[in-house]
């Protein structure tokens, strides 16, 4: 067999390693990489130096070329020009080409062969290519035989500052991306993290491209065969939710929608283990074995024994391990089209009903807004919450402007008479400080209810805010639980409140509306004079 080599690239120096196996990528991580070792439970250990999450400010894509009419630019996609990025090429290409080994991984973003993209690795650390050899999907060793040139390569020389004299580089971190040229380049951040990110938003561009509609959820399946997905962002409850030992996981994190159904982007799992319980994700726990990476995490240094309430490096701490080390992942992670769509969001101002149905244009509203709400502290612990906004539950990996999304999604819940749910995992009986925060047994009763049936035949009412149907009965949540008001001791304090995040939804939706359709703008919240309209027409 002919010596694989990276001649094509400009680069000849290095040994390079292709797709090794996991017990290279360990001895060369243990001997080459300061403070790696092997967990107790044999997890590879690794840290990412000085960033331990990803760098969104810096990221930037080529202008320039076929793809730039396609980009939604602005403060998600920055522009670069080609000169500046080959120029970082070249840095990356030098730093690489300078290193005694690279390794190389050649994997598959999404699980569906007829929209799976050949994605190559080339980088200096073991560390990295044990990583993305877990997040893509392994190929056979004959597919991996016929592999030929990638469709998308991705240069991490991580460890080699970024110049930032370079224009439009404003730091010594440097995450860009050039969709005509097929090309990724990250230096100046060792967080492995940049890498996956990296891949969902090339799929995040190609896949919409195709009439596939790529998203940011985890997604499972029932033993009839009925799929679930679940949008949310971080602490809304997506990855416990999706995952239901009753169901089997089809993935934790990315997804695409195509004609066919619902197919995983990524080979593996990358789970947040900061005050990681055995006993609340025990299939997390056991995924924690040998071939799995654990990121930036405390140890004891005699037992090797790992401390998940630590965070004293961050509180980011990750692992990352193949999907089938979870016992009921689906392989292949394929399934049919959708029964359900459940967007989660942690409602800290408790306005929102712990569950409501939403027609399709509410939907595209919600999608697009990316609702949820963080609880900000000051030192006398005063809180008050904050509203956040991501585009369709995912906007720093989009390309295409959020609308695109939106309209594939609303396209996909007419055809394939998808329900929608917008399910609150937040506060209710009044905003975080006041109220308490939503029982996990009523959420599950809730997404269990939706599972079989039962939620989708349930009487509803109308919230007079929001405007979405809101079941007034769910087996295991009693009744005034799901009617937000009624749990307010101060009814007029409601009205203020519900108002108030009304108000915010329609000051964030205000930088879409130039692309939104009249149906969606007015899928939203209700504005005063419109309530009372619509009181005054039902008192007639």
């Known amino acids: 067999m002919d010596r694989f080599t990276l001649a094509d690239y400009g680069i000849d120096g290095p040994q390079v ?105 080339i980088c200096e650390r073991a560390y990295h290519a044990l990583f993305m050899r877990n997040m893509l999907i392994r190929p056979t060793e004959d597919e991996l035989a016929e592999f030929g040139t990638p469709d998308y390569v991705i240069y991490n020389a991580g460890r080699a500052s970024a110049d930032d004299s370079i224009d439009g580089v404003d730091s010594q971190t440097s995450v860009s991306l050039c969709l005509d040229s097929g090309e990724f380049i990250i230096l100046g951040t060792e967080y492995a993290g940049e890498m996956k990110k990296g891949v969902f938003t090339i799929m995040n561009y190609l896949m919409p491209k195709n009439n596939v509609l790529s998203m940011h959820c985890s997604a499972n399946q029932g033993d009839n065969g009925d799929v679930s997905i679940f949008f949310g962002l971080s602490g809304t409850g997506k990855t416990t939710l999706s995952a239901d030992p009753r169901r089997a996981l089809i993935g934790d994190d990315e997804h695409c929608w195509s004609d066919d159904g619902v197919f995983n982007i990524e080979g593996g799992c990358y789970a947040k283990v900061i005050d990681l319980d055995p006993r609340a994700e025990p299939d997390i726990y056991q995924a924690i074995r040998f071939g799995a990476v654990l990121e930036n995490v405390v140890f004891d240094p005699t037992t090797r024994e790992v401390n998940y309430r630590d965070g004293s490096i961050t509180e980011n701490t990750r692992c990352s391990y193949p999907v089938e080390f979870i016992p009921n992942a689906k392989l292949p992670c394929i399934a049919g089209k959708p029964k359900n769509v459940v967007f989660l969001t942690c409602d800290a101002f408790s306005v929102l009903p712990p569950v409501s149905k939403l027609t399709p244009a509410q939907a595209m509203y919600h999608f697009i807004s990316g609702y949820t709400a963080k609880v900000a502290g000051t030192e006398m612990g005063v809180t008050e919450p904050e509203a956040t906004f991501s585009s369709c539950f995912g906007a720093p990996f989009l390309v295409w402007h959020p609308t695109r999304y ?85 009814h007029a304090a409601y009205q203020e409140t519900a108002q108030h995040l009304a108000a915010l939804f329609h000051e964030n939706f205000r930088k879409f509306e130039d692309q939104a359709s009249a149906e969606i703008r007015d899928a939203g919240p209700r504005r005063p004079r419109e309530i009372a309209a619509a009181t005054a027409a039902a008192a007639l």
């Open 406 to 490: 939106a309209e594939l999604l609303a396209e996909r819940i007419r055809r394939d008479e998808v329900s929608v749910w917008l399910v609150n995992t937040g506060w209710t009986g009044g905003p975080y400080g006041v109220g308490q925060r939503m029982s996990i047994a009523h959420t599950r009763a809730i997404i269990d209810a939706i599972h079989d049936g039962s939620l989708e035949q349930a009487p509803t009412v109308t919230d007079p805010v929001f405007g979405v149907a809101v079941p007034t009965h769910c087996a295991g949540v009693p009744e005034h639980v799901l009617i937000p008001e009624n749990n307010w001791p101060d």
């Open 17 to 121: 390693l292709r797709n090794p196996a996991p017990a290279q990528l360990y001895e060369f991580a243990l001997t080459h990489e300061p403070g790696t070792a092997i967990s107790a439970t044999g997890a590879l250990m690794a840290r990412s130096g000085a960033k331990t999450g990803r760098s969104p400010k810096d990221k930037r894509l080529v202008l320039g070329g076929q793809t730039e009419a396609d980009i939604w630019w602005g403060p998600v996609n920055k522009g670069l020009s080609d000169q500046s990025f080959d120029a970082l090429r070249a840095q990356a290409l030098a730093h690489l080409g300078a290193q005694p080994r690279l390794f190389v991984i050649d994997g598959f973003a999404g699980w569906d062969p007829a929209h799976r993209v050949r994605i190559r690795i």
